[in-house]
C-alpha cells in the first residue's frame, strides 16, 4: 500500500529526528553547546509532522479502519495501545515545554525534566513506530479488504496532498537536516 510506504518513510524521518532530540539532551545535560531555541522547533517538528501530519493519518483513518474490520485486534487491544502510546507521546511533549519555559525562567534543575522528558519520548517513539512497521501496517496490509485499502489510500492521498500544498514536508525534513547537521 501506497500510504504505508509513505508512513514507513515519514517513520524513518521521525527517527532521524529521534535521534537529534537524543543529541540534544546529551549536550544539555554535559551543559555542552547547545541553542535553547532549537528545542521549540523540535517541539513544533513533533506536534506538527509527527503527531498531527503522521498520527493523524494512523488514528483518523488506518487504525479507524482496522479497528471496524479486523476484530481480532480491535478485542486484543492491539490497536488501542497504539492510541495510548500516542498520548503517551503528547504528554511528554507537553512536560517538555514546560521544562523548557521554568528553565528559560532560571531554573537549571529543569535542565533534569527537558532531559528525562525528551528521553523518555524517543524511548517511546522509537519502540512504538517499531511495532507498527513490524506489526500494525503488515496487518492492515494482510488483513484488510481491498475496498478498505482503496478508502486508506484515498483518505491519507488527500492529506498528503494538502501538505504538500501547504509545504508541510519540504519544511521539516529541512529542518530535520539542520538539525543533523547541527548535532549529530
Known sequence: MKSINIMVEEHENIRKMLKVIRKFS????????????????????????????????EEDILFQTMDKEIEKLAKSGAITGMYIEHDMGRLY?????????????????????????????????????????????????????DSSKTF?????????????EIGLQEKYIALIEELESKYI
Not at 31 to 49: C, H
Request: some cysteine.
Open 152 to 164: 486508506i489510500e484515498s483518505e491519507c492521498e488527500k492529506v498528503e496532498n494538502s501538505a504538500k
Open 26 to 57: 546529551y549536550r544539555v545535560m554535559t551543559n555542552s553547546e547547545y541553542d535553547v531555541d532549537d528545542l521549540p522547533r523540535i517541539i513544533d517538528f513533533v506536534r506538527t509532522y509527527a503527531d498531527k501530519h503522521h498520527h493523524g493519518k
Open 93 to 145: 511533549m507537553a512536560n517538555l515545554e514546560k521544562a523548557l519555559e521554568i528553565f528559560k525562567n532560571g531554573s537549571d534543575e529543569a535542565r533534569l525534566d527537558i532531559i528525562a522528558n525528551a528521553i523518555s519520548y524517543t524511548d517511546l517513539l522509537d519502540r512504538h513506530i517499531e511495532k507498527e512497521n513490524t506489526a500494525m501496517y503488515k496487518f492492515a496490509e494482510n488483513m484488510l479488504n
